[in-house]
Every structure is written in structure tokens, then in C-alpha cells.
């Protein structure tokens, strides 16, 4: 893993190096995936699949490649069940458009948990709203796990599909997605798993995981913004209706009506982003060069010994601040940690005034609610402070940061 790939980071941001702390939200790019780009444009670049001619061949052979590459990379039985998407949200508002339209009657069940993303609850709740279905949701225990004992009774006849974060964005838990999907399937019910935390930081295998469905995005994995994928098992994606129609989803089209292509072109209507997909192909590579299971251990390191330094900066700081509350603290994360932190009255000192104190020094965190709004009120507090790594950070900017907070605490309290 070599941080000079990624031209971005040697930079100083208010006179300070910068320490990227927001890789959660998106991650930044090696210079091998930037070339991808501008090579794609200054040789390749034709619109794929309809053209007769050799750009257009090669452009889409480098699409079709690319899909093989990450097919291979979630470990799917074949590049048919992986359709590009915009994003995980996009994913996820195909899924629950074409789920919704083939199997949610009115009052069918669909379970998500207390710790999702707005893009993991929103589409359900409108597609509930569509069919008069109803939204289950798993609830927390109090170390902020999900409640295996409360999701077996949620499970019932009226359950349709369950959908399910891999890894928090807000905790960094993973969560036991094996034992979901596993009694899900117990009762027949598909399992949704939004990867889009989980495939920048772990290896992922759908097939071992046995999840009928899957979605992550490009850009958290070190492509570019704007390209995303939804799996799903084939027997499963030749029963959804398509999303949109047009373009290369067709395979007739009449006054009478149309018939629809094979999988995956059905679910992929107008032009698709072959110059993201391409990108994110050697995006894939890259990680895969790095070394997946390298990338997860040193990113849990790094989990562990930012976990440390802030107990160890509160023990230090103990005449100025109470306490820095670790939300899940010591719980098997992956990517992400969030925290608050308390003046010496017990009062929550806004993350919102920390974040802003620590961009002038440098370091680009995360706070507010994460798109996770009812886990944060769950919480009790306006937000986190969130840190999210990625493959190119250090313990050495962990250090950074600890001591641009203690420098924030000290302007704040
Ligand atoms: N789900 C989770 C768990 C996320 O963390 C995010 C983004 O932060 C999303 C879904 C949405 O991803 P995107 O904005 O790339 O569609």
C-alpha cells in the first residue's frame, strides 16, 4: 500500500497536511484509476454495446471486463448478476422498486434495522407507503449491537424481504450478516446486504454469505463518483420487472409493446457509465493489489489504536473533559468510529464546533447524524463526531488528530 499513489493527500489544507479522516463519505483516488479516465477519454471513448465500429467495441469490452472484474471481486457465480448502478442508493431504490412491484401486497413486512442509512430505510418506507405494506425495524441492545432475540420474533409468514447494513457508517460494526440471512432463509425470505461500508474495508464473498441481493458503491472503494452495482441472484433477478425502460434494456420494441433483454442489460436503460465502470475495474485491481485481507487488517488497527489514544487522551485531559463517549467501543468494526466528547460539567460539547476547530488544524472528519438520523436520535445527542480510514492512513495521523483535539478541547472548555 503505497500513500504516494494518491496525489490528493500531499497537500497542506489551512497550512497544515492534511489528515482525510472522511473516507466513509467517499474515498479519494490512486493516480492509476485518474489515468484510467483521462485514457479512456483521450483513446477509447464511444457510447458501447450498439456500435459496429472499433471504439465502440473496445469501450465495450472494458465495460464488460470491468464487470467480470467485480463480479469476481464480491465473489458472484456469474458477471450476469451484477448490474451497474449510480450508487448504493440508486441499488437500493431499483431494488425496492422492482421487489415491490413483483412480490409486496398490502400488508407485507419489510425488516431493517435501528442503524441503517436513510438509503437503506427511505425506499422502503416509500415503497410501503405505495403498497400498504408495513416496515419492521430491528432494534439495538444497549452496546449498540443488533437484537438477534427481537429480529426471530420480527420474522413471520408476512415477512418479504429483510434489507441490512453490513457494516455501520455510524459504529463500524459489522454486523452478523451470516446469522440474518441465515434464519431469514429459514423462513423463506430474501436478504438485502448494503455493502457500501463493508466492500471498501472487507473481503466480500455473496456466495459464502448466501445474501440474495447486494449493493455498494464505487467511489467509497477508490473509483470514481457515480458508478455503483447491485447483485442479486440470478433466480431472483428474472423474477423483478425492469427499473426504467429505454435504451439497451429492450430487446423488441413496438406499438404493441416491448420485450425485454437478458440479464444484466434489463436492468441498465440508457447509457451507462462505461468510463466509471472501467475505472472502478482498476479501482478493483488496485485494492486486490494491496491485498483485501491486508487492507481490513490494517485498517482494524488502526480502529484499535485510534480507540486507544482517545481514552487515553481523556485519562490526560480528565480536569477539562468528563468523558469521550466511544459509541460501540471495543466491538468488531471495520472502517469507521464515531465519538463524542463531554466538558468536565457532563455537558456534550457540540460536534459540530470540534469539526470546524479541527479542519483548521488540518483534519477532515465527519459530524452530524450520517444519514443515519433514527440511530443518532436512538443516541440522544445532535450528532458524532465521525473517522472513517481508508487504506492510505496512519497511525501517525492518528496522532494528528489526537492532538488537534486536545488543541480544540482547550480553545472549547
Ligand atoms: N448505505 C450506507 C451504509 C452508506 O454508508 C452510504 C453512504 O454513505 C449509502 C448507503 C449511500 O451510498 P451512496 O451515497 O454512494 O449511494
Known sequence: MN????????????????VYFDNAATSQKPQCVIDAISEAYSTWNANIH???????????AKHEEARTILANMIGAKSSKEVLFTRGTTEGLNMLAFSFGEAFIRSGDEITVSAMEHHSNIVPWQMLCQRKNAVLRVIPLRDDLTLDLAAYEHLLSPRTKLVSI???????????????????????????????????????????????????????????????GLLYGKEQWLNQL?????????????????????????????????????????????????????TIAAHEKQLIAYAEQQLNALAAELSSQISRIA???????????????????????????????????LGVAVRIGHHCAEPLITHLQVPGTIRISFGLYNTTDEVDLLIAALKRAIQILV
Not at 499513489?5 to 497544515?16: C, M, T
Not at 423488441?252 to 425485454?260: A, C, D, L, P, R
Open 3 to 18: 500513500r504516494s499513489d494518491f496525489p490528493i493527500l500531499n497537500q497542506q489544507v489551512h497550512g497544515k497536511p492534511l
Open 50 to 60: 450498439r456500435g459496429t465500429h472499433h471504439l465502440s467495441q473496445v469501450a465495450t
Open 165 to 227: 447494513a453490513h457494516v455501520s457508517n455510524v459504529l463500524g460494526i459489522i454486523n452478523p450478516v451470516e446469522e440474518i440471512i441465515r434464519l431469514a432463509h429459514a423462513h423463506n425470505v430474501p436478504v438485502c446486504v448494503d455493502g457500501a461500508q463493508s466492500a471498501p474495508h472487507l473481503p466480500v464473498n455473496v456466495q459464502a454469505l448466501d445474501c440474495d441481493f447486494f449493493v455498494c458503491s464505487g467511489h467509497k472503494m477508490y473509483a470514481p463518483t457515480g458508478i
Open 241 to 293: 420487472p425492469p427499473y426504467q425502460g429505454g435504451g439497451e434494456m429492450i430487446q423488441h420494441v413496438s406499438w404493441e409493446g416491448t420485450t425485454y433483454n437478458e440479464l444484466p442489460y434489463r436492468f441498465e436503460a440508457g447509457t451507462p457509465d462505461y468510463v466509471g465502470s472501467y475505472a472502478w475495474g482498476v479501482a478493483a485491481q488496485y485494492m486486490q493489489q494491496c491485498g483485501i485481507e
Open 326 to 360: 466511544i459509541y460501540a467501543a471495543g466491538q468488531k468494526k471495520a472502517g469507521v468510529l464515531s465519538f463524542n466528547i463531554y466538558d468536565a460539567a457532563g455537558n456534550l460539547i457540540h460536534p459540530f464546533d470540534l469539526g470546524t476547530l479541527l479542519d483548521q
